[in-house]
């Protein structure tokens, strides 16, 4: 079964650090662009950030301004984001997704992330 | 950047068709796809490449795109079908991925 599993996520004060770490499964990982996409509490869907098979291609949401990286190890089977000066604004549910052609046709359960003091 | 926009909200009663519209500069030379989000759950594709259905989505959805307006048609609408839905491109010129605003249909 494909599966991905996001995990990681938790209470942090503004301006704390978090890293969220996605465990794939039951495909070939390292042949599929992943993504992180997140949604803030009773908002829509926002695309953060994207990271290519050989991390060759990286990519990320302007409003992140440099504050968020993405990173993968394909021999773990894993992609991660790690957070930096997080601010209330990035409170969410972040899910891990697969990327097939330029859709995105898996998604992970999601993990929250909260952003208060 | 790019806006993907989406009506609010669209109720219907059961057994009719909805249609939810996304606009976007030009949309038609772009590839859209649709995500279907119920409350508490993470978004599903339920159409992919304008009109492509992923296995295991019914023959219901369907999807269209022209001009500056995609749409996704649901026909024969259940309560089931109650949830958010998006539509989302894909940016050549930033390679960005950008997600519409959102629609929630209600089904009465």
């Known amino acids: 079964e494909v599966q991905l599993v996001e995990s990681g996520g938790g209470l942090v004060k503004p301006g704390g650090s978090l890293r969220l770490s996605c465990a794939a499964s039951g495909f070939s990982f390292n042949s599929y662009t992943m993504i992180w996409v997140r949604q803030a509490p009773g908002k829509g869907l926002e695309w953060v950030s994207s990271i290519s098979t050989t991390s060759s291609y990286i990519y990320y949401a302007d409003s992140l301004r440099g504050r968020f990286t993405v990173s993968r190890d394909n021999a773990k089977n894993s992609l991660y984001l790690q957070m930096n000066s997080l601010r209330a604004e990035d409170t969410g549910v972040y899910y891990c997704?697969?990327?097939?052609?330029?859709?995105?046709?898996?998604w992970g359960q999601g993990t929250t992330v909260t952003v208060s003091s | 950047s790019y806006v993907l926009t989406q009506p609010p909200s669209v109720s219907v009663a059961p057994g009719q068709t909805a249609t939810i519209t996304c606009g976007g500069n030009n949309i038609g030379s772009s590839n859209v796809h649709w995500y279907q989000q119920k409350p508490g759950q993470a978004p599903v594709l339920v159409v992919y490449d304008d009109s492509d259905r992923p296995s295991g989505i019914p023959e219901r959805f369907s999807g269209s795109n022209s001009g500056n307006t995609a749409a996704l048609t649901i026909s024969r609408v259940e309560a089931g079908d109650e949830a958010d839905y998006y539509c989302?491109?894909?940016?050549?010129?930033?390679?960005?991925?950008?997600f519409g605003t959102g629609t929630k249909v209600t089904v009465l």
């Open positions: 989302q491109i894909w940016d050549l010129s930033s390679d960005h991925y950008v």
């Open positions: 997704v697969r990327r097939l052609r330029v859709h995105m046709d898996v």
